[in-house]
Nanobody, 120 residues
Framework: VQLQASGGGLVQAGGSLRLSCAAS????????MAWYRQRPGNQRELVAMVTNGGGTNYADPVKGRFTISSDNTKNTVFLQMDSLKPEDTAVYYC???????????????WGQGTQVTVSS
């Protein structure tokens, strides 16, 4: 199983970026997909998550500015980031909890991380 993230970059404050992450491999179903970020000097933190039922949850700093969505037919999750602030600068990581064929347990996978830089 692999998670391939894309869409990071450099943007001015107030701008927008859209991140994408596609999961591929021996996947039976996905319980949830999420985005985390790690800002310089900080621990990795949850940004937003979406369950296979469509439920979403956001960290307080991004509520009202970021929107997470998914395309279950393509095992892909998106993060639309609007009204970006310099403090959103971080490496963003895609995360998935999923089930693989032949196993009953839930596996957790991480993408490679994509840099988001917001200039003031």
């Amino acid at each position: 199983v692999q998670l391939q993230a894309s869409g990071g970059g450099l943007v001015q404050a107030g701008g927008s970026l859209r991140l994408s992450c596609a999961a591929s491999g021996n996947i039976v179903s996905i319980d949830r997909m999420a985005w985390y970020r790690q800002r310089p000097g900080n621990q990795r933190e949850l940004v937003a998550m979406v369950t296979n039922g469509g439920g979403t949850n956001y960290a307080d700093p991004v509520k009202g500015r970021f929107t997470i969505s998914s395309d279950n037919t393509k095992n892909t999750v998106f993060l639309q980031m609007d009204s970006l602030k310099p403090e959103d600068t971080a490496v963003y990581y895609c995360n998935s909890r999923l089930r693989r064929r032949g196993f009953t347990m839930v596996f957790e996978y991480w993408g490679q991380g994509t840099q988001v830089t917001v200039s003031s």
